[in-house]
């Protein structure tokens, strides 16, 4: 067996997984199979106090995003090097140490499921995924050709990547098609043969998740908790960005009314806190980090932690990584914003680090789908493991992740001048302040019903990417 650049400093046998773990001076961790092949299954590395990663042969990977920036893709047998962002959607794979032992340890009959190649991984767009999962994007052949079908026009520029060339979608490329309702706008895609999976085939299995914001499943119970709310939200940036004037007022707007639910009775949690808001000069990096921080240690497992995010947010080209920009944020060079931004990996760190079973993560901003699948991998995991590790005790609720995205990858938010609020916040206050009493699930399927109805009647309209894995359970009324 070869794989270590240094030299061997301990071998160990694991007997209950029949493999063998090695150390060495390169500062690698590496896991071996004891079958026949003697293969390498992965690497395991530690960087400072907390931050960790590993790897396998076949590109995966799972770690904290601090250590996540420290590795990189070699391309080939080039000297270029290309940062894990711009392959994060396809080969993040949370749990990834767990599974391997376990199919380890069943002697190859638990084989792990490797990274699928389908037209998301194709064109590198984050979000494609879930897109194509909900029917909100389809990818056709017309006269001969593969088009991705869209229900509305993009009104962002999103460059795609085909077969790791880039390619450029421009929202005036796009075809108007009015009189199909699944196809009303059309993109042409580079002409190659990547294409067969346009056959009348499903594009891809749906991904692997507990249940569906529009599927009934058991509704946990939220009387013995207490709703911790964090809004987050930037209105003044340097330029050329544009100053976002209703996103502090869409912030408070959601404080305010889960404040008052709990005042007046209509709150079905035992108790809500409400965080201080942080807004603008405190909306830095370093001080969202700094809360998620707190809230984690304040938290207690059968709580629910409601994130919002409202302000600037990009999925930079060739990347497959959202990034939220904080307060501070200057964009003077295309790099800085993986410097200074809140990324899709620093946000699944956060839910993952969380001690919550069930949260409620609702980014307002441009490009934010750009977050949904790979935050829907992480929910996914969190729910597997909540499940596993319970105790058999009437307290502890079944555990629960919500992403409300309000625009996919390729749309922008919009900001309501008449109510002062964005569009996406005002729906949801709408939905959460309408009587009777509400679940979260509940009030998902109403976004996406709202959706719908503004594109029936015309309206200009972003796609809300709205996703979940977990249990049901109420957010307000009661």
Known sequence: MSGHSGRISGLAFDAAHHALVSSADDGLIKLWSLDDSGRELLSLAFMGRSDWLVVTPDGEFDGTASALR?????????????????????????????????????????QRKLPRRDIASVLQLPGLRAMLNQSLASVRVREGRSVLCMPVKANVNVSLFADALPYSLEPNSGIARPDDPNCAMEYPLPEAQL??????????????????????????????STLHVQTIAVSEYARPLPSLPASPSSAAAVGTLFERNQRTGRSPFRDTRVWSPLV?????????????????????????????????GRVPP?????YFLPSGFVDSNPMQVRDA????????????????????????????????????????AKTRLWQGARKPQASQQ???????????????????????????????????????????????????????QRKHEGRDVSVHLIESAGADFPIAGR
């Open 195 to 224: 294409y067969e999976l346009t056959s009348t085939t499903p594009l891809m299995r749906p991904l692997d998740r507990a249940v569906a914001p529009d599927r009934p499943g058991r509704l946990s119970s939220v009387s013995g």
């Open 398 to 452: 079944p555990s629960a992740t919500y992403i409300l995205a309000a625009t996919t990858p390729w749309d922008a938010a919009s900001q309501s001048l008449e109510s002062g609020k964005t569009a996406f916040i005002e729906e949801l206050t709408n939905a959460l302040n309408a009587p009777g009493a509400h679940t979260i699930r509940g009030i998902a399927a109403q976004l996406k019903r709202s959706f719908e």
């Open 318 to 322: 060739g990347q497959e990584m959202y």
């Open 70 to 110: 420290a590795m990189g893709w070699r391309l080939g047998s080039s000297n270029e090097v290309v940062p894990l962002d711009s392959l994060y959607n396809d080969f993040f794979s949370p749990l990834l140490f767990q599974e391997t032992l376990a199919s380890t340890a069943s002697r190859g009959r638990k």
């Open 341 to 380: 931004g809140l990324s899709t990996a620093m946000l699944a760190d956060a839910v993952r680090r969380m001690p919550v079973g069930r949260i409620i993560l609702v980014i307002d901003s441009c490009q934010s789908g750009g977050a949904v699948d790979s935050l829907l991998k992480i929910a996914s």
């Open 280 to 312: 603008d000069d405190a909306a830095t990096l370093h001080g969202i980090m700094r809360r998620l921080d707190e809230i984690a240690a304040a938290a207690e497992p059968d709580n629910v932690v409601l994130l919002l995010l409202s302000g600037h």
